[in-house]
């Protein structure tokens, strides 16, 4: 068996490794002329993390990554509404990593080198389409960079992982569509600064009416001052958007006066923003749950698959999960097509269910249950407004549709 893996992201990686540790063989085509360590911060969360700690990448990953404590909501006031521990620190087997995106991309290249040979891994090939039979499946490349046209490439099966631009998705579903707008933009920056908090916790503050903060550090002692790389994203209603690129270059003055005021005791938001050293600007964006992904011999994974609006930080692990599925059942199944099939049963619903609880209640919707409730006025006493049990019950429930409540990665653990 043989897999023609379409993308060489965070997706396409991880399945090439979980596909060696199957044994079964994997070439990977990624259209970047280079892969280069692009992005900002993403967190794996103990679902993801589980499976790269099979792979054998938890070291290397704690050492580039800050290994999250915990989790803290406050409002656009600053007053702490809740936090919870996460990770090894709420008991679970495995950490949450909070990471630059370009770093892990960077740990899971340097592993898959290694497993499949780095000869196996070819940049400058962009797919520009594919076809499948009874026997096996086809891609189609040109060089990106001249868009001349590269030898045809056979496989058993062939597998898009090409993100969220997925040109094998546009060929199945020609009439879908540019990805649907949520109508919030998001400004993502990095900062050098002294840790806050815990030193690695999550932050979530305010909401998206007035404006919504996500910070966190990706990376720790960067220099002799023990400054921390810290990842910031603000997130704000706005009707229009400009065209979704990953490296869109962001500008302060479109949204750093919504958070003018937000001078903390626990932090300064306005002078973070503005000693950022690089600010990039992207609509938050997901797709309509497809019907299908496996055409034949060929199916989707990851963004291409199932793009995400990024509020409960699940895109990269969700795409782990489905490298996890899908080489367990290639190496399960005898009819390489049956696999996809069964690939398809078992993760289209599942993920089709992070994709709309992502839009209606990720777990950030506890600050705007907060701030209705309060009608966004500063409170005196958060029991005041709402019990911890029904804000733990609240974070509890996402878990267990993204998947990595306790008890489903206890059961997970065993099936090993
Ligand atoms: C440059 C870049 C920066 C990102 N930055 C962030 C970030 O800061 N924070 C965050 O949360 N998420 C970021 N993401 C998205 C995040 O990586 C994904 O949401 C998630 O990890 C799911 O992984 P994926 O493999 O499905 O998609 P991706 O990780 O996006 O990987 C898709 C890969 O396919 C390649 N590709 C695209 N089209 C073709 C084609 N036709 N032929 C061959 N290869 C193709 C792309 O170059 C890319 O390497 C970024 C993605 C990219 C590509």
Redesign the pocket.
Known sequence: MEVAI???????LTLALTLHRRGIAARV????PE?KA?????NILPHGARILAELGLEDDLARVAVTTKEAAFFNRFGQLIYREPLGRYAGYATPQFSIH?GDL?LVLLEHARRAIGADRIHTG????GVSSDETGASAR?VNPVNGDPLPEQHADVVIA????????RRQFYPHEGAPRYSGVNMW?GVTRMQPILSGASMVRAGWLSHGKMVIYPIRDHIDEAGNQLMNWVAEIETPKYEERD??RRGKLEDFIHAFEDWHFDWLDVPEMMRKAEAI?EFPMVDQEPLERWTFGRVTL????AH?MV?RGSN??G??ILDAHALADLLAGVADPAEALQKYEALRLPATAEVVRTNRRNPPDAIVREVVERTGDKPFANIDDVISKEELQEFLDRYKRVAGYDRETLAAAAQRV
């Not at 379409?6 to 396409?12: D, S």
């Not at 994974?301 to 291409?304: E, F, N």
């Open positions: 379409v993308g060489g992201g965070i997706g396409g085509y990624e259209a970047a892969i692009i992005g900002v911060g993403v995106r991309h090939w962009r797919c520009v490349f992982c090409d993100g969220i631009h997925s040109a094998v993502r990953w490296n990039l994974l990851g963004d291409a793009p990024p895109g990269a969700q795409a």
